[in-house]
């Protein structure tokens, strides 16, 4: 989980943007990483393939406090969208702090959301974790297509645990940071149970 860097006097948490390809996590990054000061953030990676790419960037959050003298980092990733990718899937989950699901809020995406959600629960239990005990928020992007399902309806489906969820277009930025602030905040929780 955290990795604690004494020397900075730093505690660095992962937090991963998990759904199924094209559904808005690297747009989510992009939005982050544009609107975040840059004396706060670290260099945007992209690790690409032919059909798909994985981001990372880390900021320091400036205003959330220290936890016993040390500050938070956070370092966002993405993973790949496609299911063929599932190796790198895992390996960028391992260490995970917090996830963001990002569901696609289009009609006919609705199975690539669940096959993507079933996907990760998965690929968690692999690495030793259990959903439950993983603070993870849900985000239904792309609110502003005609083909946009009803909340209600993703909710039954791709939040069965009643999880905090955020609408979202992350093309113009709206619940963006909105879902960022609320999955910072429940890893701050977990950290400070665990100090």
Do not use: W
């Amino acid at each position: 989980m955290s990795f604690i860097n004494y020397s900075s006097r730093e505690i660095n948490c992962k937090i991963v943007y998990y759904g199924p390809g094209l559904c808005g996590k690297t747009t989510n990054l992009q939005h982050i990483y544009r609107k975040t000061r840059p004396d706060a953030k670290g260099k945007m990676i992209t690790l690409a393939t032919e059909s798909e790419r994985t981001l990372f960037f880390d900021f320091l959050p400036l205003a959330l406090g220290d936890i016993k003298g040390f500050k938070t980092r956070f370092h966002l990733y993405t993973v790949p969208g496609q299911i063929f990718y599932d190796a790198s899937r895992k390996l960028i989950l391992k260490g995970v702090d917090g996830i963001v699901f990002v569901a696609d809020s289009q009609a006919e995406r609705m199975d690539a959301n669940i096959e993507s959600y079933e996907n990760m629960k998965v690929n968690l239990d692999d690495q030793g974790y259990s959903l439950s005990q993983v603070p993870y928020v849900v985000q239904y992007n792309k609110r502003d297509l005609p083909s946009a399902v009803p909340v209600a309806e993703l909710k039954k489906v791709i939040n069965p645990d009643c999880v905090p969820d955020f609408e979202a277009v992350a093309s113009d930025g709206a619940g963006v940071f909105e879902t960022l602030k609320t999955i910072v905040k429940l890893v701050l929780i977990e950290l400070k149970k665990s100090s």
